[in-house]
């Protein structure tokens, strides 16, 4: 390794630290900055959906699985707080805990069936996962209480509104961090290169002893987890809970969309993905009150990406400040382009050699 | 390792008894029974479709055999999951060389550790001693000065190269190459048989499936010459040279 | 303890429902089999087919069996087009993933289309045979229900005999089975691949002109349909046109009958056990079907 | 890699400031609108106007522009005009909630109108309720809307879902016991409003001792009724009652007309108040019948006006969900009035409290409630008599005779 790139990576390192407080102090200061308890609410909603997408990218991200399901175990999540809460009569946040680790166990099986065989029926289990949870939780209403819905107790009971989405943003903030700080470490170790080697070519890292399928369940487990957590979150936040609105489709697209859009092969890809789409959700919303035409343009949207970007805006974005950075900073590609040259011509040396 | 390879030639290595596999009607492996000589160079050879890659893919996991056994230095091996298997010593490379296509050179090695405790699992893929040790293999390979550029980017031969390290990253003792001369220029076949030459004697033994006839003879051993399935013959290439059975098996078809 | 004439008449309900089930999941099976795409849109493009068989006998006031002659070649060449220039610029490595979101994507097109054009409100058919029926052996069949069933059934004959008679049959039954070799022994299975999309979405054509006679229809029906088919070419072994059939057969059948001691919400619920307990026991499917092995 | 790392978490902070910026930016604009006594008072309303409920959505919405129109025509409210901002939560929960949110908290509306159906009633009343808004709503008929502890919600109709079928069960059960029908089958959707209907009139039954012989419960994208048509026929219950809206209520009946089932009485909610009902069901009508809150001939003064008016302004007369948004309008309109003032804070508190002791004069009839917001009334019965539909429930406002047993159909 050559001394200057050294201490470039040290540059780096800081220049990466300073960006990263500066974002952390963005997001702690946002509350403050909120001018009406409306932004307030919008921006727990981002966060939550940072949160999910970030979830969802444990899959997606390391294995390459892409799960249009997680609507599901972001429904279970809510309402396995809510269940505990009411039925069972535990604290709003043991309950919460609970119920993510009961979402958990519950995958254990259900990643069996949908990970033993290749892509098509993960997908197709994924989706399945929704459609019939829907059906369990409207049917089983003596339970579940079905379409009459699960009201769920105010954790802090006595905060005004405005207070109780300060605090609630601010916990979606926290649960954030735990998941991208777990996201980073498992990137990191030795378990998240076996699994982006599953990403990248899964016969070939068997064939290297990786046990893909054990390592495939774990991160599904892990995904799970957390986006449970986030369900639950929401339920103690949004207080009403309705089988037609947790268990929809539409919220496992929203995620799976949020992260390929920013990158699911980067950390902070999918944050960024939230804040795009959550942002832009609630712009349309505001300049053209009512619009049929919804689904269409999250449909097209998604389409795009995958067409066009399915490595999402970063690399876009990498790329793009290559090209204004000096020679300093050379994008991978030209390197190699240029090693390759060197690499032939030592090939053709050694040929004369012999 | 001189050591090593006197005390381990004689003994058992990779057999199979009675291996079959068909895909919807064709049989692909017909009861195949062979045993490869252990710490040597063996060769696998036989008319297209003779089943090779099939047998491969048996004994490496990849796909389930309808009958038969398969044991590697005495352990069964049958239906075993491929990182199972992988683990037990035999690594493999593919017929259309893969690579992590998206991973750095050096990131394709460190993919290939296989970390024992959970503790190894979960530290830091970049500690330096694997680090030298990949960046040892690159070495060999002579495409050490890559090991920052993705796997995508480099040439068809580099690529087998980093392919054979990766193999090799994960210290197997039996190696089983599908056809390691595939369209790679001649410079690069003479790179391939010297690694190959110099790991074997280091005491690993390699089982090579190769359409190139004089890389074959020049290099291996012993000679198994699939046709239809099964072995119809083996032995030592300039004993298979001069096989009836394997004239007609290669003017046959 | 449900009566024999009821038994009966649910049995009757199970062949009926089957058929429709067997002619949708064909299709889906067949998109598999061919590209590996799980074609998430397919119950979408069923939908809409539904909506114009709806629209074209509301304007023209004809029979909206009649629609068929315009949605059916229509959405042949929506087919064909979507596997030309949507699915093959997509990455062969992850295909199999992306495809999924793309078809996605257009079911959610579709979706909100129908929505913007036709509005949420349920549509349905008012025939002057609507509410007729014959008597069956003590069970009462509806008309329309007869018509549905027989237009699958008529459907799913000529796709056998398409893909088993015909050398475009042939040609697609290779590319299923081993593509490369298909390749090898000359047959140009992209091109042969855009045809049999183009199939595929002529059963939803025809499926959807069934459905729109005896069902109300909405635009977000389709996720209430794709669960379902789905399950079936789990069950039936991804890519195996007959497996699908035959699964569609015994679970539409299974679902009617349960409808007597559970309801009708419990009993949709059958294809999802079906489907976690075949990914089980069975990953490749109990009718066959080997690709399922590996995808 | 690394560089690409650290150029994208740049890019990061850039974005978030930018998002963040904006996300704060997107309030900025337009802050609480002055209450000058000349400014227009703004109520703010979210409705489905697309999704799954968008159809009734549309028709509250006309029932909320005919009386804006009716009231500004007549001189506004306090002298000061009357505008609505509807939005649309697309028949979503977390959508209609964050309307409020935005009607409430950043547009600072004078007044809030409910949104339609109960799934969506529940949540956006509790944001009401936390901002201190007076809540008034067109269509969160189920008995469970009123079991929230709201303080602010009232109910702009006649009577709660479970009370619709109270002059129906009285007249049933005033029958001498041998000609009463001795079963019954019920049929509901699965959503609060439909199911308290039928199951309204299925607890007085059964305490009258009527068996129930089928009770069968369908999701709301039910569309092939058939088996539960079959089971029904198959009971031979001399009476069916389906807890219905539009669609699944004609669904069931033509399931039931396939099997060629008579029972003596047929009772649906909503669907035969329709008027493309009897073109649905093949014109085979005769007897149906069916529980409304509004009838476009009823006698109350305000009603003739509205159903004038609104003929006028749509071309069509007035349906049910189109009168519930009028008589929310009305309602508010009345409190407003008596209480003299339209804004956020205090106010509120006001007119809540004014509704809680006052009856309010609408376009069906007299309405009060009880503390928890429940009107105290109970709908008419009407019923398909030779081709059209008629008040034949309550005797003191029947317009035509109860046909029983029914002809068949």
Known sequence: ?354 | MAARTERQAGMHGLETVELTKSFGGVTALDTATVAFQHGKVNALIGPNGSGKTTFFNCVTGMIKPDSGRATYRGFDITGKAPHTIARAGIGRSFQLCRVFPRMTVLDNLLAAVRPGSLKAQLTSSRSREEMERARGWLKRMGIDHLERAEARNLSWGQQKLLELAGVMMGEPETILLDEPAGGVNPALIGRIVTLVRQLNDEGRTFLIVEHNMDLVMSLSDHVVVFDRGRPIAEGPPSMIKSDRRVLEAYLGV | ?295 | ?409
């Open chain 1, 1 to 354: 390794m050559p001394r200057d790139s050294d201490s470039r990576r040290r540059l780096g390192r800081n220049l990466r630290l300073a960006s990263l407080l500066a974002c952390a102090g963005l997001v702690l200061s946002f509350p403050g900055l909120a001018p009406n308890p409306y932004i307030l609410s919008v921006g727990v909603i981002v966060a939550n959906y940072a949160v999910l997408s970030t979830a969802w990218n444990f899959v997606g991200g390391f294995t390459g699985y892409i799960s249009l399901g997680h609507g599901a175990l972001f429904g279970l999540g809510a309402y396995g707080t809510g269940l505990l809460i009411t039925k069972a009569g535990l604290p709003s946040f043991v309950a919460l805990f609970i119920a993510a680790a009961l979402v958990a166990l519950l995958m254990v099986p259900v990643g069996f069936a949908a990970l033993r065989v290749r892509g098509a029926s993960f997908v197709i289990v994924s989706i399945a996962l929704v459609l019939i949870l829907l059906l369990v939780f409207q049917s089983w209403a003596s339970f579940t209480g079905g379409s009459r819905g699960l009201v769920i107790p105010r954790p802090f009971a006595d905060l005004t509104r405005p207070e109780h989405h300060r605090v609630f943003f601010f916990l979606f903030a926290g649960l954030l961090a735990v998941a991208l700080l777990t996201w980073w470490l498992v990137d990191r170790s030795r378990f998240g290169m076996g699994l982006k080697a599953i990403r990248e070519d899964e016969d070939k890292a068997q064939a290297l002893g990786i046990p893909t399928f054990t390592y495939k369940l774990i991160m599904f487990v892990v995904s799970a987890t957390f986006t449970a957590l986030g369900g639950g979150l929401y339920a103690l936040w949004f207080g009403d809970l309705d089988p037609v609105f947790q268990f929809s489709i539409l919220t496992g697209a929203y995620m799976v969309l949020m992260a390929l859009l920013g990158g699911v092969r980067h950390l902070f890809g999918p944050l960024l993905g939230a804040l795009i789409v959550g942002c832009a959700l609630e712009y349309f919303k505001l300049e053209y009150g009512d619009t049929p035409l919804h689904l269409v343009a999250t449909g097209l949207l998604l389409g795009m990406v995958v067409l066009f970007m399915p490595d999402g805006v970063i690399p876009a974005l990498a790329n793009l400040s290559a090209r204004f950075s000096g020679p300093a900073e050379r994008s991978i590609r030209d390197v190699t382009a240029a090693e390759l040259l060197e690499s032939n011509r030592r090939e053709a040396e050694q040929q004369e050699v012999r």
């Open chain 3, 1 to 295: 303890m449900p009566s024999g004439a009821l038994l009966f008449q649910s049995v009757i309900l199970g062949v009926l429902l089957g058929g429709l089930y067997a002619l949708l999941a064909a299709g889906l099976t067949l998109y598999f089999g061919i590209m590996r795409v799980v074609m998430i849109a397919h119950s979408a493009f069923l939908i809409l087919a539904a909506y114009l068989a709806w629209a074209f006998h509301r304007e023209t006031g004809l029979d909206p069996l009649l629609s068929l002659a315009v949605t059916v070649p229509l959405f042949f060449g929506a087919g064909v087009a979507m596997q030309r220039l949507l699915l093959t610029r997509l990455r062969p490595a992850t295909l199999t993933m992306m495809s999924v979101l793309l078809t996605f994507s257009i079911a959610l097109v579709i979706e909100g289309m129908l929505g913007y054009v036709f509005t949420g409100t349920q549509r349905r058919i008012q025939l002057g045979y609507s509410g007729a029926s014959l008597e069956f052996f003590g069970a009462r069949v509806a008309v329309v229900k007869l018509i549905a069933f027989a237009l699958a059934a008529a459907a799913m004959l000529a796709l056998y005999l398409l893909m088993m008679r015909s050398r475009f049959g042939q040609a697609l039954r290779a590319t299923i089975q081993h593509k490369e070799a298909a390749q090898l022994i000359g047959i140009d299975t992209d091109r042969v691949a855009g045809y049999g999309f183009g199939l595929g979405l002529a059963t939803a054509a025809v499926g959807g002109t069934a459905l729109a006679l005896d069902a109300t229809i909405y635009p977000s029906l389709h996720w209430h349909w794709i669960g379902p088919l789905m399950a079936i070419i789990v069950v039936g072994g991804l890519g195996s046109v007959p497996g699908a059939a035959m699964a569609a057969m015994v679970l539409g059948m299974l679902q009617s009958l349960l409808q007597i001691p559970f309801g009708t919400t419990w009993a949709q619920t059958v294809f999802y056990v079906a489907l976690f307990a075949t990914l089980a026991v069975r990953p490749q499917g109990f009718f066959g079907g080997r690709l399922a092995q590996r995808f």
């Open chain 4, 1 to 409: 890699m690394m560089n690409g790392a650290k150029r994208v978490r740049l890019g990061m902070a850039a974005i978030a400031m930018v998002a963040v910026v904006t996300l704060a930016g997107c309030g900025a604009d337009d802050g609480g609108s002055g209450e000058a006594a000349t400014d227009p008072i703004v109520v703010g309303v979210s409705l489905p106007l697309t999704g799954d409920f968008s159809e009734p959505g549309k028709g509250v919405q006309r029932g909320y522009e005919a009386w804006a129109k009716v009231v500004n025509d007549g001189g506004g409210l306090l002298g000061r005009q009357v505008e609505l901002k509807i939005l649309d939560d697309q028949s979503n929960a977390d959508r209609v909630v964050s309307d409020y949110e935005q009607l409430i908290g950043k547009d600072q509306v004078d007044l809030v109108f409910g949104p339609f159906s109960t799934r969506l009633v529940v949540p956006s009343a509790r944001v009401a309720e936390e901002y201190g808004m007076l809540f008034v709503e067109p269509a969160g008929a189920a008995k469970e809307v009123f079991e929230q502890g709201f303080k602010n919600l009232f109910y702009a109709a006649p009577a709660v879902a479970n009370d619709h079928y109270n002059h129906l069960a009285e007249h049933i059960l005033a029958l001498p016991a041998d000609q009463r029908p001795k079963t019954v089958a019920y049929a509901a959707m699965d959503d609060p409003f439909a199911q308290g209907t039928a199951y309204g009139l299925k607890e007085k039954m059964e305490q009258a001792g009527v068996k129930t012989v089928v009770n069968e419960v369908y999701p709301p994208n039910t569309t092939d009724f058939s088996s539960i048509a079959a089971k029904i026929a198959n009971s031979k219950a001399d009476m069916v009652v389906g807890g219905s809206q539009y669609q699944d209520g004609v669904n069931l009946i033509v399931a039931l007309q396939q099997l060629n089932y008579q029972p003596k009485l047929a009772a649906f909610s909503t669907a035969p108040t329709s008027p493309e009902f009897a073109k649905a069901i093949g014109n085979k009508t005769d007897g149906v019948l069916a529980p409304t809150g509004y009838t476009q001939d009823a006698k109350y003064p305000s009603n003739t006006e509205f159903v004038q008016k609104y003929t006028a302004q749509f071309g069509s007369p007035p349906e049910e969900d189109e009168a519930n948004g009028y008589t929310t309008g009305q309602v508010v309109a009345a409190a407003v009035k008596a209480v003299g003032c339209a804004e956020q804070g205090d106010c509120q508190k006001r007119l809540v409290e004014w509704l809680r002791s006052n009856e309010v004069q609408t376009v069906v009839g007299p309405l009060r409630w009880d503390d928890k917001g429940r009107p105290q009334g109970a709908h008419m019965i009407q019923q398909w008599v030779d081709g059209e539909i008629k008040i034949v429930l309550p005797e003191d406002v029947k317009e035509a005779d109860f046909v029983y047993p029914k002809p068949k159909w």
